[in-house]
Protein backbone atom coordinates (compact mmCIF):
# COMPACT_ATOMS: atom_id res chain seq x y z
CA UNK A 1 0.00 0.00 0.00
CA UNK A 2 2.97 2.04 0.29
CA UNK A 3 3.62 5.35 2.91
CA UNK A 4 0.45 6.80 1.56
CA UNK A 5 -0.73 10.11 3.81
CA UNK A 6 -4.10 11.74 3.94
CA UNK A 7 -3.08 15.07 5.79
CA UNK A 8 -3.70 17.93 3.99
CA UNK A 9 -5.94 16.89 0.81
CA UNK A 10 -7.52 20.34 -0.06
CA UNK A 11 -10.93 18.36 -1.36
CA UNK A 12 -12.85 16.75 1.45
CA UNK A 13 -15.49 14.30 -0.40
CA UNK A 14 -18.82 13.88 1.07
CA UNK A 15 -20.50 10.54 2.67
CA UNK A 16 -22.76 9.01 4.76
CA UNK A 17 -21.88 6.13 6.89
CA UNK A 18 -23.77 4.23 9.46
CA UNK A 19 -22.39 4.61 13.17
CA UNK A 20 -23.49 2.63 15.89
CA UNK A 21 -25.65 5.33 18.31
CA UNK A 22 -23.34 4.79 21.43
CA UNK A 23 -21.08 5.13 19.55
CA UNK A 24 -21.44 8.40 17.79
CA UNK A 25 -22.69 9.41 21.13
CA UNK A 26 -19.15 8.82 22.79
CA UNK A 27 -17.68 10.58 20.18
CA UNK A 28 -19.52 13.80 20.17
CA UNK A 29 -18.46 14.07 23.94
CA UNK A 30 -14.99 13.55 23.47
CA UNK A 31 -15.50 15.92 20.83
CA UNK A 32 -17.05 18.33 22.73
CA UNK A 33 -14.70 18.06 25.66
CA UNK A 34 -11.44 18.31 23.37
CA UNK A 35 -13.34 21.61 21.75
CA UNK A 36 -12.85 19.96 18.32
CA UNK A 37 -15.02 18.72 15.24
CA UNK A 38 -17.12 15.11 14.99
CA UNK A 39 -15.43 15.16 11.40
CA UNK A 40 -12.01 15.68 12.53
CA UNK A 41 -12.09 13.14 15.27
CA UNK A 42 -13.20 10.88 12.95
CA UNK A 43 -10.62 11.19 10.17
CA UNK A 44 -7.97 10.89 13.05
CA UNK A 45 -10.02 7.53 13.90
CA UNK A 46 -9.60 6.36 10.19
CA UNK A 47 -6.14 7.64 9.72
CA UNK A 48 -4.93 5.62 12.82
CA UNK A 49 -6.95 2.46 11.27
CA UNK A 50 -5.11 2.75 8.12
CA UNK A 51 -1.92 3.36 9.62
CA UNK A 52 -2.08 0.08 11.90
CA UNK A 53 -2.92 -2.27 8.63
CA UNK A 54 -0.18 -0.36 6.35
CA UNK A 55 2.26 -1.36 9.48
CA UNK A 56 1.44 -4.18 11.07
CA UNK A 57 3.89 -5.58 13.35
CA UNK A 58 5.35 -8.78 13.14
CA UNK A 59 4.90 -11.49 14.61
CA UNK A 60 7.45 -12.11 17.98
CA UNK A 61 7.72 -15.32 19.67
CA UNK A 62 8.27 -14.79 23.35
CA UNK A 63 11.19 -16.63 25.09
CA UNK A 64 9.69 -19.33 27.10
CA UNK A 65 12.41 -20.82 29.13
CA UNK A 66 12.67 -22.23 32.59
CA UNK A 67 14.99 -22.19 35.43
CA UNK A 68 16.12 -25.50 36.13
CA UNK A 69 18.51 -28.45 35.16
CA UNK A 70 16.99 -30.05 32.46
CA UNK A 71 15.15 -33.62 32.73
CA UNK A 72 14.53 -34.96 36.15
CA UNK A 73 16.77 -37.65 37.17
CA UNK A 74 15.31 -41.06 35.78
CA UNK A 75 13.92 -39.39 33.02
CA UNK A 76 15.59 -40.13 29.53
CA UNK A 77 14.50 -37.13 27.22
CA UNK A 78 12.76 -37.88 24.09
CA UNK A 79 11.20 -41.46 26.01
CA UNK A 80 7.81 -39.82 26.08
CA UNK A 81 6.06 -43.17 26.61
CA UNK A 82 7.69 -43.29 30.26
CA UNK A 83 7.16 -39.31 30.78
CA UNK A 84 3.42 -39.88 29.94
CA UNK A 85 3.11 -42.95 32.13
CA UNK A 86 4.67 -41.01 35.10
CA UNK A 87 1.98 -37.87 34.50
CA UNK A 88 -0.45 -40.44 35.03
CA UNK A 89 0.74 -42.34 37.15
CA UNK A 90 -2.32 -42.69 39.76
CA UNK A 91 -4.75 -41.59 37.83
CA UNK A 92 -6.93 -44.28 36.14
CA UNK A 93 -6.44 -45.62 33.18
Same mark, same amino acid.
Given at each position: ?????????????????? @?? +?? !??? =???????????? $? %??? @?? +?? !??? =???????????? $? %????????????????????????????????
Amino acid at each position: MGNLSLVGWAMPAKTTVE @IR +EP !LLD =AARVVASEEQTS $L %RAL @IE +EG !LEL =ALEKRRDPKPFA $L %RKATFKGKGVQEGIREGDWQSIRGMIYEGRGD
